[in-house]
């Protein structure tokens, strides 16, 4: 069973970047579809963006579509999103997400907040 641990969240004005990284462990990684998601406060979880297994193929939420970048390191068993453009309505805690068949995967969780 993978775990996942999700890092580089924080703070960050309108506009910035920031940069995400999901460690997994366990065995085949790459035999996963990797994303991530996010919640805000008094939201339902959203989809950010999927991976494909080998990388080859990404798709993004209309709303992050241009300013957000999924990709993934299968030798680092590592997925990552880099975050351009931020805005306010990105805050959220950011989740990992691995999905091979009907298992579904989640860690724990990364803070990230864009002040106005």
């Known amino acids: 069973q993978v775990q996942l641990v999700e890092s580089g969240g924080g703070l960050v004005q309108a506009g910035g970047s920031l940069g995400l990284s999901c460690a997994a462990s366990?065995?085949?990684?790459?035999?996963?579809?990797m994303g991530w998601f996010r919640q805000a406060p008094g939201k339902e979880r959203e989809f950010v963006a999927t991976?494909?297994?080998?990388?080859?193929?990404?798709s993004y939420a209309d709303s992050v579509k241009g300013r957000f970048t999924i990709s993934r390191d299968n030798a680092k068993n590592t997925v990552y999103l880099q975050m351009n453009s931020l805005k306010p309505e990105d805050t959220a805690v950011y989740y990992c997400?691995?999905?091979?068949?009907?298992?579904?995967?989640w860690g724990q969780g990364t803070q990230v907040t864009v002040s106005s």
């Open positions: 991976i494909s297994r080998s990388g080859g193929s990404t």
């Open positions: 997400n691995a999905k091979l068949l009907s298992q579904k995967h």
């Open positions: 366990g065995p085949t990684f790459s035999s996963y579809v």
